[in-house]
């Protein structure tokens, strides 16, 4: 016993160098088992230390035991350029220009889970080769209004879309050795008062709606760190809420990871110390200036914490808890020595970007096959609208870029048809002149002074003589037009641009609308103009992809992820009148009282309003033919499946890719439920005159309703049916079957 003792005691006098490799650092051994060693090693101080921020980005490792410092940054897009230790400002390296991707909402419209996955790994690598361990984002929350600013970093109104989108998103990241933060948990589906809402729904709505993608991103993706969202649900700020992250987060779901809470979203210690929340951010400390020797030690999870501890008025259970989800985070980025080193701004990337863009494209309107353009006979391209020529990168929020290229629409077809037709362009209307987001400026100089007339009598002009004319347009991420923390006021187009395109309209008849944006505009002059096109914010390669959709070297496959209404009163959450527009300091409640019905299960139930255009949809340049569904076996027993077959058929004369989809209705249920629910979806490319067979598995997790009562999924035996569609108000066939 004695000789152990001393044998200890020399070790621990030895460097750590000098001994064998304490287990902590040994990566033959089991992350749990490192984990605990290291808890066992720091001090208290040391665990406070790791559970706060110590810059606007980063937190704190611990020096003596020589575990570093965890890096975050955001996401979801492209990897943020440097800010200040701890200001906002533009730190101003000059290598850390990135590949701008497209947006979430272009994301999910490819309805492609590869192109997730290639997502995933390209901005993975991307965050490796900057040195960052963890990447905030992917966004997930619903699409419950057109007006919330910051639709774009989300991948639309539906579970299940969502749910299988960011999975692949989740594995690609972190197959880097880098962390995704999947934000904001749970219930942020608007940006006004986004601090003090405090949302109200029932848990059959939480549960069917609002937290699947949640759900999937830990359990199927094993997320390694998920975000606290800033609002309120229950009365309780997310990032201290017992109901959404003690119970079902961490309960329910089993989540191992860190809970990063959303910057400046925890209000108190009490409640942070016991509720959840694992790694505290952004509180609204003056950075340095204002503290006693630093201001992170005011964070509520840092000195207070302490102090609570050393009074003994809470012990160290909930911190060590805390400690290790942040040490499990760190041995999995971090410490993780067999992670790959990543690139950026390589050829892949931007490939990668190009064609998630090209996919995501959605063709709404094609009358008189105006698209593609056929540069055999248009030898004039008048293109007008700010938007053309804007750089997009820059601005919408914490999700801006500074990239090391952007190619803006104008460019995009100009490149693309050079030689072959000329290209003339006219500004059409002035939106957004500023172009600066936190220091990072796009160095355009975008000011006009022209009134609004002489801006449209000059793109009249310019479309006259053009045998074709592109309006694009749209939203810009400046604030109230796709931006964090504000919303738009309306449905409308801003800037007056309704009336430029109505003006284009009546000087030619081969108008092409491009609306950029991350939500449904309305569109007034829909029946004047021939072909819109559905643009998203696509990032450094914006103008090729656009380009080679609008000559048609790429057949659009695109499809919605969330409906266009035709007016703002047809989205029920306007409609039911529970939408919170003035700007407050008190708490707001806004009610959920649409339910279950957003998106496409709203306009099913309501019938008589009919969409612009509905979710799922998109248009191709060619045509595809469905056969009638079956079924293999008409009867699903309690833990089997049906397999449900449809042949579809590619009856044009190009080569073209159709979003084959997979609805399922409850012909009898006990209680309301929507018309029908997305429950599968297949890409599938056809050649001209190609046929194949698309195959879908249902199980009883697809029948399923959530009942509030019971806390559990019920699956009601009865009558069902597979509906294959090829958008939600695009039935192809029926087939029914039963649950035994
Ligand atoms: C946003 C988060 C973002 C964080 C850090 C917050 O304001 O809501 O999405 O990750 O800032 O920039």
């Not at 950026?344 to 096959?369: F, T, W």
Request: with cysteine.
């Amino acid at each position: 016993m004695k000789k152990i003792l001393f044998t200890l005691a020399m070790a621990a006098a030895l460097p750590l160098s000098a001994q064998q490799k304490p287990v902590y650092l040994d990566d033959s051994k089991p992350i749990e088992e490192r984990v605990e060693d290291a808890l066992g090693r720091m001090t208290l101080r040391e665990k406070i230390d790791v559970i706060h921020a110590q810059s606007k980005f980063s937190s704190a490792g611990v020096r003596r035991l020589g575990i570093p410092e965890l890096w975050t940054d955001d996401g979801p897009h492209g990897v943020r350029p440097e800010v200040l230790w701890d200001e906002w400002d533009q730190a101003g390296w000059t290598n850390d220009s990135c590949v701008a991707f497209p947006a979430l909402t272009c994301l999910s419209a490819t309805w492609n889970p590869d192109m997730a996955l290639l997502y995933g790994r390209s901005i993975g690598e991307e965050a490796r080769y900057r040195e960052k361990d963890v990447l905030l984002g992917p966004g997930v929350n619903i699409y419950r209004t057109p007006l919330n600013g910051r639709n774009f970093e989300y991948f639309g109104e539906d579970p299940y879309l969502t749910s299988r989108m960011v999975v692949p998103y989740v594995q690609g990241v972190q197959s880097n050795g880098v962390a995704v933060c999947v934000k904001h948990y749970a219930l942020n589906n608007h940006e006004v008062n986004r601090h003090n809402t405090n949302v109200i729904v029932d848990d059959r709505v939480l549960y069917e709606i609002y937290l699947p993608a949640f759900k999937a991103a830990v359990q199927e993706g094993k997320a390694w760190s998920i975000m606290s969202a800033y609002n309120l649900y229950e009365g309780k700020h997310c990032g201290q809420n017992p109901r959404l992250l003690d119970e079902i987060l961490k309960g329910e779901w089993s989540f191992d990871g860190a809970v990063i809470s959303d910057w400046g979203g925890i209000h108190d210690t009490g409640q942070a110390i016991a509720h959840g929340v694992d790694l505290e951010f952004g509180s609204w400390t003056d950075g340095l200036s204002n503290g006693a020797a630093n201001a992170y030690d005011n964070y509520y999870l840092a000195l207070p914490y302490l102090k609570l501890i050393q009074e003994g008025r809470v012990t160290t259970r909930e911190l060590d808890d805390k400690v290790r989800r942040v040490l499990r985070l760190m041995f999995r980025t971090s410490m993780n020595t067999r992670k790959p080193f990543g690139s950026m701004c390589s050829p892949e990337h931007y490939a990668a970007a190009r064609q998630i863009g090209e996919e995501g494209i959605v063709l709404l309107k094609n009358e008189g096959d105006v698209l593609p353009i056929n540069l055999e006979a248009v030898k004039k391209i008048a293109v007008v609208g700010e938007n053309a020529v804007k750089m997009m990168t820059v601005g919408g929020g914490s999700s801006s870029l500074k990239v090391q290229r952007e190619i803006s629409p104008l460019e995009g077809i100009r490149r693309r048809v050079s030689g072959r037709a000329e290209v003339v362009y006219a500004r059409g209307y002035v939106g957004d002149a500023s172009g600066e987001y936190n220091g990072v400026v796009t160095g355009q100089d975008l000011r006009d002074d022209r009134t609004p007339e002489e801006l449209i009598a000059e793109a009249v002009e310019a479309a006259r003589d053009a045998d074709c004319v592109l309006f694009i347009g749209g939203l810009n991420k400046s604030a109230g037009q796709d931006c964090e923390d504000s919303d738009r006021a309306g449905l409308e187009l801003p800037y007056g641009q309704d009336r430029v395109i109505e003006a284009l309209a009546q000087a030619n008849k081969n108008l092409i609308v491009v609306n950029i944006s991350g939500n449904a505009v309305a569109m007034p002059w829909l029946d004047r103009v021939p072909a819109v096109v559905q643009d998203w914010y696509l990032g450094s390669e914006a103008g090729t992809s656009l380009a080679a959709v609008l000559v048609g070297d790429v057949n659009p496959s695109g499809r919605l992820p969330f409906t266009f209404p035709a007016r703002l009163e047809d989205v029920p959450a306007h409609q039911l009148g529970e939408y919170t527009g003035t700007r407050t300091q008190d708490t707001v409640n806004v009610r959920y009282n649409e339910g279950i019905f957003v998106g496409y299960r709203w306009a099913d139930k309501q019938k008589k309003t009919k969409p612009l255009f509905p979710f799922g949809y998109g248009l191709s340049y060619t045509t595809f033919e469905y056969g009638k569904p079956t079924v293999d076996n008409a009867v699903m027993t309690a833990d089997g499946s049906v397999t449900v077959r449809v042949r579809v058929k590619n009856t044009g004369s190009r080569e073209g890719q159709e979003v084959v989809q997979l609805y399922v209705s409850d012909v009898k249920a006990s209680l309301p439920r929507p018309v029908k629910e997305l429950k599968g979806f297949q890409k599938v490319r056809l050649a001209p005159g190609e046929e194949k067979e698309v195959v879908f598995t249902l199980r009883k997790d697809a029948l399923s309703f959530f009942d509030a009562d019971q806390h559990r999924w019920v699956a009601e035996p009865g009558k069902f049916e597979a509906i294959v569609a090829a958008s939600a108000a695009d039935i192809k066939g029926k087939v029914a079957f039963e649950l035994e």
